[in-house]
């Protein structure tokens, strides 16, 4: 369900992904934080990275916020597989059962990514 | 999941004076206290200071879909994924309070993304000199719980809705999205298809999930008496109202009404249906007073009624009115590889309900169920499943438990029917319905005689597609 937009951005490798932290690391359940790392990267060079408050309250109205953000990726630990399926119908990649420090995650899901994308 | 040997465990643990393992070391593989770990039910597992885990049992495993091996020397919070591990971690304020926390309620998340109700009970763990060396977590899954009292609350979500079809996947992935908008919705789909589970999956998804939903079926009540069960009725208003009566807007108030079979309803309750949906006012029956009431309607009919507006037996406006949001459930014959599925969720739901241990249907029970047409549809077939619960004494589902309409039916039939008899039956229906189930009409738009037509309609289950409710 690409839409012209999305396309544009997968050509040129602009990515936006998110984690969604617990402190520093990444939340081992979708839903009990609100504050999600947003990093955006184009090739090999991150333009922006910042955490965001998005107040969801609860996991689906922050599966919501995340793809009004229009995110390419989404890294987490636990998520619920029907919010999983949620987010994967709107085009997002979910790259779930993570754990560890966010930006290491972030910085991995990206190269990832980009091998993906040029090969 | 398959015991995996506890790779990672220390191989140098030592118990304590109660059989305990001290703290923050690992039992070692094969001790008697590993063994009695791996022997209960409750998922069990401990950890030092660091919150790493020192110990897994097999419980735990299941319950959380992680081995041993991936689980030993982690985070707990990364392996167990409750909701309160971020918030209120039991095991942490059990360290700093030295107080044991008894079944607190909690949720995780599994490794394959199942969402289960558990209960936590945490104490610390000392050695022999009474320092304190760790904790230990012992948890309970609640899921068949769970699950026993959503079935007596009839609070269906979308787990309970089985299906991998395509169209039910699709119809699935956007149940959040319009459980979230305050708009009417229209279901359609074939008698038995689920409609009502999928209104209740929108209610108790929607944010009015806390207020009632009340279901109201259209076609079990003449026009005057769906109007007093509506609208209510004041007291006088006929012979026999002897009080107030409040009527199912009103009970609804804050949350859903659930209109069923709506297509079986006159063009003039409809247009009074109209008038409250446009307004949000009504008038009880014998009253004076408009009322007001704040109600989400999801209305549902096993006929399309864009078929009925065309042949003017449904009011346009209402139609566009409650066709807001629609969704369209395909029968049961259109999605077959979802039958295997739907017997296991079947077996599933009745072994809990009734206590029972059945596990399964035979091979050959199995293709009767995918040869069969389903004319009743999902209702259809976890009524038969149902119905081999009182028949199979044993732990397997075989012929012999099934309905014996059934076995006759299959009998008569070829062993599959083929797609094209599929699609004739589809076509027989169709035509049926377009000619209010007239089978002389039938048999002459059909091109065949009467009698071949009601051997077809026999050997492909169908009745009057218009009384299927």
Redesign the interface.
């Known amino acids: 369900m690409d839409t012209d937009k999305d396309r544009k951005v997968k050509d040129t490798g602009r990515k936006k992904l998110a984690v969604v932290l617990f402190g520093e690391r990444v939340s081992p359940y979708f839903g009990s934080s609100s504050k999600v790392l947003l990093v955006e990267s184009e090739g090999d060079t991150i333009h922006e990275k910042r955490v965001r408050d998005l107040e969801g309250e609860t996991p689906l109205e922050l599966a919501k916020r995340l793809a009004a953000l229009e995110i390419d990726l989404l890294v987490c630990g636990g998520i619920q597989r029907p919010l999983r399926e949620w987010l994967e119908s709107r085009g997002i990649c979910v790259i779930e059962n993570q754990k560890g420090q966010a930006e290491d995650l972030a910085r991995d899901a990206l190269n990832a990514s980009r091998s993906k994308h040029n090969a | 999941m398959k015991k995996k040997p506890l790779k990672k465990q220390a191989q140098t643990g030592q118990e304590g004076s109660r059989g305990f393992p001290l703290c923050g070391e690992a039992l070692p593989l094969r001790s008697p206290c590993c063994a009695i770990m791996d022997s209960i039910s409750d998922g069990v597992f401990t950890i030092d200071h660091s919150k790493r885990i020192t110990n897994f049992n097999r419980a735990a495993e299941e319950i959380t879909g992680f081995s041993a091996d991936d689980a030993v020397g982690?985070?707990c919070?990364?392996v167990?994924?409750?909701?309160i591990?971020?918030?209120h971690c039991a095991l942490q304020e059990t360290l700093s309070g030295g107080r044991p926390e008894i079944n607190l309620q909690a949720r995780?998340?599994?490794?394959?993304?199942?969402?289960k109700p558990i209960s936590i009970s945490t104490a610390v763990l000392k050695d022999e000199k009474g320092n304190i060396i760790g904790g230990v977590e012992t948890f309970r899954d609640l899921s068949e719980l769970e699950d026993l009292r959503r079935q007596v609350s009839r609070g269906y979500t979308?787990?309970d809705i089985v299906g991998t079809h395509a169209l039910m996947?699709e119809i699935?992935?956007?149940l959040?999205d319009i459980a979230?908008s305050e708009s009417p919705v229209l279901i359609e789909g074939p008698t038995g298809s689920g409609k009502e589970l999928i209104a209740r999956a929108i209610h108790n998804?929607s944010p009015r999930r806390e207020k009632p939903f009340i279901p109201v079926n259209c076609a079990a009540l003449p026009d005057t008496l769906l109007e007093s069960e509506l609208f209510g009725y004041v007291k006088g208003a006929f012979t026999g109202a002897l009080r107030d009566k409040p009527g199912r807007f009103l009970s609804a108030h804050g949350g859903t009404l659930f209109l069923d079979e709506i297509s079986n309803t006159s063009t003039l309750f409809q247009a009074d249906l109209l008038r409250v949906l446009q307004d949000g006012e009504f008038t009880p029956l014998g009253g004076t007073k408009p009322r007001r009431a704040d109600v989400r309607v999801v209305a549902a009919s096993n006929i399309a009624l864009s078929t009925l507006v065309h042949k003017d037996r449904f009011r346009e406006d209402l139609y566009y009115r409650l066709n807001v949001v629609r969704i369209a459930l395909p029968a049961l014959r259109e999605r077959r590889l979802d039958i295997p599925l739907l017997v296991e969720h079947f077996i599933h739901k009745l072994n809990l309900k009734k206590a029972r241990d059945i596990r399964g249907v035979s091979p050959d029970v199995m293709n009767l169920l995918l040869a069969h047409p389903f004319p009743g549809n999902v209702r259809e077939l976890e009524n038969i499943i149902e119905y081999a619960f009182i028949t199979c004494k044993g732990h397997m589902i075989h012929k012999e438990h099934l309905p014996a309409d059934l076995i006759e039916e299959s009998m008569n039939r070829d062993d599959r029917i083929s797609q094209q008899e599929l699609s004739e039956s589809d076509r027989i229906r169709a035509v049926l319905l377009d000619n209010h189930g007239n089978r002389i009409e039938a048999a002459r738009s059909l091109n065949m005689s009467r009698t071949t037509l009601w051997r077809k309609m026999r050997r492909y289950g169908i009745d009057d597609p218009r009384n299927e409710t």
């Open positions: 982690q985070y919070f990364d167990f994924r409750a909701d591990c971020e918030r995780i998340i599994t490794r394959e993304g199942i969402e979308r787990e996947k699935l992935s956007f959040p979230e998804q």
